[in-house]
């Protein structure tokens, strides 16, 4: 179940890359074993608030992870700090073998038996995985690169999960199988995930809560039921 | 048509000459390549740091210091200075798009070429030999008309080889450092975002393939027996089209891409009398286009080359 203490408290987070600001002042917070999933249109905002979370991108204002400030800090600094990124198009290392990108997943760990023990732990959730664990990983199908990617980031043991547009190029019915899961992981685990989709009621129905993003801007949030239950604010801001 | 051309003899020295200029392509094309896959530059002062490297030893070896503790000493001098420069010099300007980092290495090969003028003259000297390389140094094979014989010196190069492509070969397949640089060099991003230390991995292969250009023109000194400024000048070109036709980011197609230049460049002219020495290389050079027209990508290459 989810708690009430946030795990993220996001304020007034500004983002530019170079001289083109994309987020201007925005407020989010994930509690702990929460899914929260952002919504918006192209060009919200939404995949360069993961990018500012992150530190990829310049960033003022202020994101709290368990209370520590990651804006300013470096991307490998921020990982160290618990937050995992599944970026945009996977980002799989076509030419490493599915094992190894597991274990590049937990770089900034030092304990290899906890590593070992992982990357079998996430066998067993995915286990196409380890059928193809010695198989070069830009073999696999979108699916499998998917999971891949998932499975990955949760090397890291983070905190907290990025997601962004996990569904992007896959099949209706992939899509669905890999949610299933990703909801199993919330459940089994109480991992916290900040999803961005494009899908809206494939995401509301697994999230707990959602924002809607415009033009840098938090324009709305709120428990994702009653998101999915408001038929204005599906037709002003999700277009379904 | 060479008169030799069915002479065992003659052709199996072909051979171990055409191995053994392809060995000096190959170093010079695994530092480029090094540098290439986690970076997509092209050091165009790879050459110049190497002949730099080779100096060093040659200044060591005048202090007294054995000529192999002074290549290590020069070696582990040149990681750090490419380390450095990919550090101080590249890293900054690479924010600024390609053309100012390909000028900055284009500099640093004048400067660096300038530099060894100053310092050590523009007459050739005495190279380096860590390699035995007396007239007596070889095996004799077969008598001949012409002799067979293999030098220590064509030996210890394929040696040398062999042992910078197995220390390769650990490093990138067998350490998580080596795992981090692969990563760097798949993709770039998403290795950072798994909080791989990317300008590290950068930095790495900056300096190993400095070190690595330090043997080459150790080697390649010793080859002619004579060390000058300019001593890798031709080679650095020779070096580009190894890494071309092995794929730009391939390490095993950099020590093939070497190895078949070296051949063509051999047997060309080797067999066909009527072809000089100076159109072995225009001749090695069509052969690497012929094979871009029908492998973009080279031999091992993963992806045709875009930014170069």
């Given at each position: 179940?989810?708690?009430?203490d ?16 994309v ?5 989010l917070?994930?509690?702990?074993g929460?899914?929260v999933?952002?919504l ?16 990829m991108?310049d960033t ?26 599944v ?5 799989i ?15 900034g760990?030092r ?14 959730v ?10 070069r990983?830009g ?6 690169q ?24 896959l099949a ?9 899961q990703?909801?199993?992981?919330n459940?089994?685990?109480g ?11 494939l ?5 707990h ?8 801007h938090?324009?709305?949030g709120?428990?994702?039921a009653?998101i999915?239950?408001?038929e204005?604010m ?7 | 048509?060479s008169p ?8 199996l020295?072909?051979?171990?000459t055409?191995?053994?200029?392809g060995?000096?392509y ?12 986690t ?33 290590v000493?020069s070696?582990a ?12 010099l ?13 000028l ?5 090969f004048?400067?660096?070429?300038a530099?060894?003028?100053?310092i050590?003259?523009t007459?050739?000297?005495p190279?380096?030999?860590?390699l ?15 002799p067979?014989f293999l030098?220590?010196r064509a ?7 062999l042992a ?6 650990l ?16 993709n770039?991003?998403?290795?950072q975002?798994?909080?791989i230390?990317?300008?590290?991995m950068q ?6 393939a400095a070190?690595?250009g330090?043997?080459?023109?150790v ?7 004579t060390?000058?400024?300019?001593v ?10 190894a ?5 730009f980011?391939?390490?095993?197609g950099a ?8 051949m063509i460049v051999?047997f ?12 072995g ?11 871009l027209?029908v492998?973009?990508?080279?031999f ?9």
């Amino acid at each position: 179940m989810t708690g009430t203490d946030p795990l993220l408290r996001v304020a007034g987070l500004h983002a530019a890359y170079r001289s083109v600001k994309v987020l201007h002042g925005l407020d989010l917070e994930v509690r702990r074993g929460e899914v929260v999933v952002l919504l918006g249109a192209n060009g919200a905002g939404k995949t360069t608030t993961l990018r500012a979370l992150c530190g990829m991108v310049d960033t003022q204002g202020s994101v709290l992870l368990d209370g520590v400030e990651l804006v300013g800090r470096s991307t490998e600094w921020i990982v160290r700090q618990g937050i995992a990124h599944v970026p945009q198009g996977r980002g799989i290392f076509g030419v490493l073998t599915v094992e190894e990108n597991m274990r590049a997943g937990a770089w900034g760990r030092r304990d290899a038996k906890g590593v070992d023990a992982d990357i079998e732990r996430w066998y067993g959730v995915f286990p196409r995985l380890a059928e193809r664990r010695r198989q070069r990983a830009g073999g696999m199908s979108g699916g499998e690169q998917q999971m891949l990617a998932v499975a990955r980031a949760l090397m890291a043991r983070p905190k907290l999960l990025l997601l962004d547009e996990p569904s992007l190029g896959l099949a209706q019915i992939v899509t669905r199988g890999l949610f299933r899961q990703l909801e199993e992981i919330n459940r089994d685990e109480g991992m916290s995930m900040l999803i961005v989709e494009q899908n809206a009621e494939l995401a509301l129905s697994f999230a707990h809560r959602g924002y809607v993003i415009e033009s840098g801007h938090i324009v709305l949030g709120g428990q994702a039921a009653d998101i999915r239950a408001d038929e204005g604010m599906r037709r002003a801001y999700l277009g379904y | 048509m060479s008169p030799h051309i069915g002479n065992v003899s003659y052709l199996l020295s072909l051979l171990t000459t055409g191995l053994t200029s392809g060995a000096l392509y190959a170093f010079v094309a695994l530092a480029i390549v090094l540098v290439y896959k986690t970076t997509t530059h092209i050091n165009l002062a790879q050459g110049e740091m190497a002949a730099l490297g080779a100096f060093i030893v040659l200044a060591l070896t005048r202090y007294g210091v054995n000529v192999w503790l002074a290549l290590v000493i020069s070696m582990a001098l040149s990681f750090g200075l490419g380390a450095g420069i990919e550090r101080g010099l590249i890293r900054p300007l690479e924010r600024r798009g390609i053309f100012p980092v390909v000028l900055a290495t284009l500099a640093l090969f004048l400067v660096i070429n300038a530099v060894m003028a100053i310092i050590w003259g523009t007459q050739p000297v005495p190279a380096p030999a860590p390699l035995p390389n007396g007239l007596d140094a070889k095996i004799d094979i077969l008598a001949g008309p012409p002799p067979f014989f293999l030098t220590y010196r064509a030996l210890g190069t394929y040696v040398i080889l062999l042992a910078v492509l197995a220390g390769l070969w650990l490093l990138l397949e067998r350490t998580k450092l080596g795992l981090g640089y692969r990563a760097v060099a798949a993709n770039r991003e998403a290795a950072q975002v798994l909080g791989i230390p990317v300008g590290r991995m950068q930095m790495l292969g900056w300096g190993i393939a400095a070190a690595l250009g330090t043997v080459a023109a150790v080697l390649v000194a010793e080859t002619v027996n004579t060390l000058d400024f300019n001593v890798m000048g031709s080679i650095l070109i020779f070096g580009l089209a190894a890494a071309t036709l092995g794929g730009f980011d391939s390490v095993p197609g950099a020590a093939v891409g070497g190895l078949v230049l070296g051949m063509i460049v051999t047997f060309v002219p080797g067999l066909f009398t009527v072809i000089e020495g100076d159109l072995g290389l225009i001749i090695a050079l069509a052969v690497v286009l012929v094979v871009l027209l029908v492998r973009p990508q080279g031999f091992f290459g993963t992806k045709p080359l875009e930014r170069v």
